[in-house]
């Protein structure tokens, strides 16, 4: 194979070595199902402004195709994550008790609810629940080990690296944890494995085993993209399920469920007049009656549970609310892009230990270190090396300031208007002086076992400060899709593309 644009044969060593990776749509990680986006009126399935506040107007927008978990995050799924942690940093209680969901959510005053506290989050009964009282902040440290345990699993039991066994049987699989980022970018020292990547480059160096080998690069195909929390665009799109009620682009039906119908109960022969989500049904009614329970939960109730919505997602409604990567505000949607929407964006940028050597900096938990992102475009080299050294670049733009923006003071305490933009300047020592709305604010979608029929609707938004918990909160994770948005395109219609000709130098 050549390059369509030079003619040098890729993937050969004698010619320096350029390389040609395999074009290919990877597969979903573990637990994730494919969501094939388009547009849809976010929005625009609320049959009533349930908390009068006018805070979800209907706006079409598009959705680009993206992966979404097929269950909510469970007991299980956590409790991984803690023996990841105890294994990997003996003795840093720290981490380790951080990482722990707060199983005191489940306190009342005036209920008794103690033996959930104790054995809600670890008793095996429990293990396929979905979990609860962890904050949006737990979660995005549960997305970063999510990422970076599949992507190891992924190198070892491929034999890029050294497999498990191996590592269990030599106790040498590296000195530092692995990371995703420090992996690519090549300060990783793990041993190579009996399948290692071949270097090709005339510059490489042989290693012990008398081979040249090197990294898994991105371009390579075989690592996946970062775990994330779905935006609540995404959220709401996949919920609703419209996919299962489109044909040639015209929407038959709309939905105020993530089911078709109006009401609450299975319509079907076999499963008729059943409760088709975990939601409390009425003052004092979390189950129904003894002897015949509507949805056969009390609290929460295994993740797959009841029927998957037409995109294969269980508990899209009811069961518990699911954190969402958004921002709070009151009037999102009034200004607002139309494709892949969301508010939340906080640029960073990995700080650069060598900059003349591209090496990263790590925390102690061998990581890279995230600063905030001072400019907004690619910066000349100079002027890059002068601001990862610590100097002023000429280039940092800051944002305009909005027309009128002034500068006042509420309850003696100095603020500035939300700009509505990246850069909100809300002064956040107000928080829960005059607003329960900042940039620690973040959107909860679906419903929860203690919530009624009416926040079941997808388009119903809540919000809770990130360092918050809730027995009635938790989490599904998504991914971003990389390349084609098309999930199935067998049978389709397409334009026919022609191959590009072959060159031959010897013409």
């Not at 100079?382 to 733009?397: C, D, H, L």
């Not at 959107?443 to 929860?448: L, T």
């Amino acid at each position: 194979m050549r390059s369509q644009k030079t003619g040098v044969v890729y993937n050969n060593k004698y010619n320096g070595g350029y390389t040609r990776f395999r074009q290919t749509h990877p597969a979903p990680g573990p637990g994730l199902i494919a969501i094939e986006g388009g547009t849809f009126v976010l929005g625009g399935s609320a049959e009533q402004d349930v908390t009068y506040d006018y805070n979800n107007t209907r706006r079409r927008v598009t959705i680009g195709s993206f992966y979404m978990d097929e269950t909510e995050v469970s007991n299980q799924d956590w409790l991984d994550y803690l023996h990841y942690i105890s294994i990997t940093y003996t003795g840093d209680r720290e981490l380790y008790y951080n990482a722990v969901p707060d199983t005191l959510v489940w306190r009342r005053p005036l209920s008794y609810n103690e033996p959930y506290v104790d054995n809600y989050l670890r008793h095996p009964a429990f293990q396929d629940y979905p979990v609860v009282g962890v904050t949006w902040e737990q979660v995005q440290e549960y997305c970063t080990f999510r990422t970076n345990q599949i992507n190891e699993n992924i190198l070892r039991e491929t034999g890029r690296l050294a497999s498990w066994k191996d590592v269990a049987a030599t106790g040498k699989g590296s000195d530092q944890p692995y990371d995703t980022d420090i992996y690519l970018n090549n300060q990783y020292n793990g041993k190579d494995g009996k399948n290692a990547m071949k270097n090709l480059s005339p510059n490489a160096k042989p290693g012990a085993n008398g081979k040249a080998t090197r990294s898994v690069r991105m371009e390579d195909g075989i690592l996946k993209p970062a775990y994330r929390l779905p935006t609540e665009a995404e959220w709401e799109y996949a919920a609703l399920g419209l996919a299962g009620n489109t044909e040639f682009e015209n929407i038959e039906d709309g939905k105020i469920y993530p089911w078709n119908g109006m009401g609450v109960r299975s319509p079907k022969r076999r499963t008729r007049g059943m409760i088709m989500a975990n939601f409390k049904r009425g003052e004092g009614d979390n189950m129904g009656v003894g002897g015949s329970l509507n949805d056969k939960a009390d609290i929460t109730a295994p993740v797959r549970s009841y029927e998957p919505n037409d995109f294969g997602l269980y508990n899209m409604a009811g069961n518990v609310n699911e954190w969402t990567n958004d921002t709070y505000r009151q009037m999102t949607f009034e200004d607002v892009e139309d494709f892949n929407p969301f508010r939340g964006n906080e640029y960073t940028n990995k700080r650069l230990a060598d900059p003349e050597k591209g090496i990263y900096a790590k925390d102690k938990y061998g990581r890279t270190i995230k600063d905030p992102a001072k400019s907004n475009k690619k910066l000349p080299w100079n002027e890059f090396i002068a601001q990862q050294q610590g100097g002023q670049s000429s280039a940092v733009v800051a944002p305009p300031a909005a027309a009128g923006t002034t500068t006042a003071a509420i309850a003696g305490k100095p603020f500035k208007a939300d700009q509505r933009g990246f850069a909100d300047s809300v002064d956040n020592s107000l928080y829960g002086v005059t607003t329960l709305v900042n940039d620690h604010s973040k959107v909860y979608k679906g419903g929860s076992w203690n919530d009624r029929a009416m926040w079941l609707n997808p388009a119903t938004r809540r919000y809770m400060d990130q360092g918050e918990a809730s027995a009635e909160v938790g989490f599904r994770c998504a991914m971003s899709m990389v390349g084609a948005p098309e999930i199935n395109p067998n049978g389709k219609s397409h334009f026919s593309v022609k191959k590009p000709k072959n060159y031959s130098p010897k013409k």
